[in-house]
Nanobody
């Protein structure tokens, strides 16, 4: 059974930083392109970042480019999202996802999803 479990969310002041982790079980992350999405209340789930199998290529939403960094650790079977210079508009539930598609950015391109972790940025 595949499980993706996010952690690291919480409450942070604007300008602060958080690192989200995604621990995979029943799935080898080195065989998947991995991504992060977020969903704010009343809004659709939106793409945040993705990384290819090797980790060589990353892709970011314009809204987080230069502030967020996605990375992967194959030895730990984990994926991370380092978030710096956080803004109140980054407040959302953040989801980890796995895809066999190359450089995916759409929700329907991802096969497996975690349950999400809440990130709240106060002004």
């Amino acid at each position: 059974q595949v499980q993706l479990v996010e952690s690291g969310g919480g409450l942070v002041q604007a300008g602060g930083s958080l690192t989200l982790s995604c621990a995979a079980s029943g799935l080898t992350v080195s065989r998947y392109n991995m991504g992060w999405f977020r969903q704010a209340p009343g809004k659709e789930r939106e793409f945040v970042a993705s990384v290819t199998l090797s980790g060589a290529l990353t892709n970011y939403a314009d809204s987080v480019k230069g502030r967020f960094t996605i990375s992967r650790d194959h030895a730990k079977n984990n994926v991370y999202l380092q978030m710096n210079s956080l803004k109140p508009e980054d407040t959302a539930v953040y989801y980890c996802a796995a895809s066999r598609n190359y450089r995916p950015t759409q929700t329907d391109q991802f096969e497996y999803w975690g349950q999400g972790t809440q990130v709240t940025v106060s002004s």
